[in-house]
T-cell receptor, first 117, second 116 residues
Framework: GAVVSQHPSWVICKSGTSVKIECRSLDFQATTMFWYRQFPKQSLMLMATSNEGSKATYEQGVEKDKFLINHASLTLSTLTVTSAHPEDSSFYIC?????????????FGEGSWLTVV | AQKITQTQPGMFVQEKEAVTLDCTYD???????LFWYKQPSSGEMIFLIY??????QNATEGRYSLNFQKARKSANLVISASQLGDSAMYFCAMRGLSGGSYIPTFGRGTSLIVHP
């Protein structure tokens, strides 16, 4: 079945550095991918919609220059947290919608735990 | 705008019993999809079940069934014969047309604890 792979699962970085998180659709093409942030014991907060071949659409309150999203191909979207600070520490997870003969779903990557020290 | 409401922050159920997790939604789009996901402590989002707004029958997937009541705008998840491994957060989600694009909306989640 359709699978979305996200890497890395865990990352620790120093304050002020940048970190890139990759989201890949392994056996289907994803023209759209969604990036979420999740705080402990809370729901998923949509950060942006990644569109293949065009600029991402950011949700209100999300800093475009801090959270750079690139959707370079139909199977890869990346989220780069630039000049990371401890308050950026969080769980980030991507997803891609899929429509197949057996129905519709939104597949998620495994998620990435980011810790900024 | 579309909205998902999960009113149960936490639920407890005894092993082997059935449990219903509530979900109500609101949308002005006649075409939409409803999803349920399970999120264990590891963080991964596991797809459980899908119901399309035009589907005539309630969706079922193994021990999971979706009680879809369109007039009431509810899409409750029923887990039969609960297992200890079912303990997790459960999120109801909807994907419908909002602001010109199909963006998924998630509820706040329900924490389910299955005890022996």
């Amino acid at each position: 079945g359709a699978v979305v792979s996200q890497h890395p699962s865990w990352v620790i970085c120093k304050s002020g550095t940048s970190v890139k998180i990759e989201c890949r659709s392994l056996d289907f093409q994803a023209t759209t991918m969604f990036w979420y942030r999740q705080f402990p014991k809370q729901s998923l907060m949509l950060m942006a919609t990644s569109n293949e071949g065009s600029k991402a659409t950011y949700e209100q309150g999300v800093e475009k220059d801090k959270f750079l999203i690139n959707h370079a191909s139909l199977t890869l979207s990346t989220l780069t947290v630039t000049s990371a600070h401890p308050e950026d520490s969080s769980f980030y997870i991507c997803s891609a919608p899929w429509t197949g003969t057996s129905g519709n779903t939104i597949y998620f990557g495994e998620g990435s735990w980011l810790t900024v020290v | 705008a579309q909205k998902i409401t999960q009113t149960q922050p936490g639920m407890f159920v005894q092993e082997k019993e059935a449990v219903t997790l509530d979900c109500t939604y609101d949308t002005s789009d006649p075409s939409y999809g409803l999803f349920w996901y399970k999120q264990p402590s590891s963080g991964e989002m596991i797809f459980l079940i899908y119901q399309g707004s035009y589907d005539q029958q309630n969706a079922t997937e193994g021990r999971y069934s979706l009680n879809f009541q369109k007039a009431r705008k509810s899409a409750n998840l029923v887990i039969s014969a609960s297992q200890l491994g079912d303990s997790a957060m459960y999120f109801c989600a909807m994907r419908g047309l909002s602001g010109g694009s199909y963006i998924p909306t998630f509820g706040r989640g329900t924490s389910l604890i299955v005890h022996p």
